[in-house]
């Protein structure tokens, strides 16, 4: 029997280089850092720790002082690159329209989703009880895992056959495809729900794979530990579950009819122009 399952499951880190900025003037109100006479305000700043709070001033302060400095630091590697005039290369106007253009998608997205509507209590609670693998009988695996940073059609349709993590180590050695073995831990609560109910419903020792971004990870559970999710919790991890789901579907489907109503907007030249649709067959009679 062929055991092999694929479950397709649905910030760039700044390291700041210390540094610092002079100015002769000692910036105040809103102005928090000059960097070469650009200011940076307490709003940008509370923009850039997105919510993020310390557990008390002193550590609250700290976060601050250290996002901060990575905005300083930011702010004079980008002026470093417009000295020397690189925005104004070809290469350069490419990569600014491509930053542009992906700011403005994420503000979009950002609207799109926080129009979606809040989920009830009531919901939650029918939620709960449609799903007692996710709370009750909530499951936690310990898995044998395969990472691969690779993921293409034709590594999927090899792997298919395979039905051991042997034979896939295997395959990866003699395609010279550099793999990685480890255990992990996949939490029911941290999966969509659909893959958990896939992976529960999976034969002993099946291999099955989770796709993440370019990336693969073939696993093989080697214990599953029952760690129930009750009462108020349960409620709570529910509505955050139901609202991740109801805002991503919500940008689907906003995100789908902007591509499909701008499509007459769009004219490609005739080496790139995308082929018809093919037509229907007409029913028979």
Known sequence: MNRFALFAATSLAFMPVLAGCSSDDVPTGQV????????????????ELGGVKGRNAAEQQAIERSVLEGMVNRTLLAK???EQELDKTPEGAITKRRA???AMIALLEKSITSK?????????????????????QRRI??????????????LLKDLEPL????EIQAYLASVKLPSQMSFGVIDALQT?????????????????????????????IRDTQVVPVSGENAVALAKEILGNQRRQQQLGNAINGILTNGKDKVKYSAAFKPAAPAK??????
Not at 200 to 217: C, E, N, T, W
């Open 32 to 47: 928090v850092a000059t960097v070469d006479g650009t200011e940076i305000t307490q709003t940008e700043l509370n923009a």
């Open 100 to 102: 542009e253009q992906m």
């Open 80 to 82: 470093a690159a417009a």
């Open 163 to 166: 039905n051991t993590m042997t």
């Open 192 to 220: 969509d729900p659909s893959v958990t109910k896939q992976i529960i419903a999976l034969a002993p020792d099946a291999v099955f794979v989770l796709p993440q971004g370019d990336s693969i990870r073939i696993n093989r």
């Open 116 to 136: 979606s509507p809040s989920v009830s209590t009531d919901e939650a609670n029918e939620f709960v009880s449609e799903n007692p693998e996710l709370f009750d």
């Open 280 to 285: 229907k067959a007409a029913p028979k009679e």
């Open 141 to 154: 695996f310990l898995v044998e895992q395969i990472a691969v940073n690779a993921n293409t059609p034709k």
